[in-house]
Nanobody, 121 residues
Framework: QVQLVESGGDLVQAGGSLRLSCAAS????????MGWYRQAPGKQRGLVAI???????NYADSVKGRFTISRDNAKNTVYLQMNSLKPEDTAVYYC???????????????WGQGTQVTVSS
């Protein structure tokens, strides 16, 4: 059984910073791509940032230069450092990971439960 547990969401003023964490636990052989998505009220869930197991990254245009994704492969943990936050960054942030669990051939996609980020103006 694999679970993704997020933490770090909070209420912050515009211009502030937050760091989200997502730890994958369970019988994991390999964590492949890991990433963050977000969903604001009334909007579809969309990609924020993604990082491969080798460290290659990709960002949504709206967060480039402000957000940084990183990971600790030894801990199966992915981070999202968010700087210069704007009110439009307000959303529920979801962790996503493609993981090879023990005893499984191939990869399985997992989602975290979400963590609320609210940026006040």
């Amino acid at each position: 059984q694999v679970q993704l547990v997020e933490s770090g969401g909070d209420l912050v003023q515009a211009g502030g910073s937050l760091r989200l964490s997502c730890a994958a636990s369970g019988t994991i052989v390999r964590a492949n791509n890991m990433g963050w998505y977000r969903q604001a009220p009334g909007k579809q869930r969309g990609l924020v940032a993604i990082i491969s197991s080798s460290g290659n990254t990709n960002y949504a245009d709206s967060v480039k230069g402000r957000f940084t994704i990183s990971r600790d492969n030894a801990k199966n943990t992915v981070y999202l450092q968010m700087n210069s936050l704007k009110p439009e960054d307000t959303a529920v942030y979801y962790c996503n990971a493609w993981i090879t669990p023990r005893g499984v051939i191939g990869t399985v996609n997992y989602w975290g439960q979400g963590t609320q980020v609210t940026v006040s103006s």
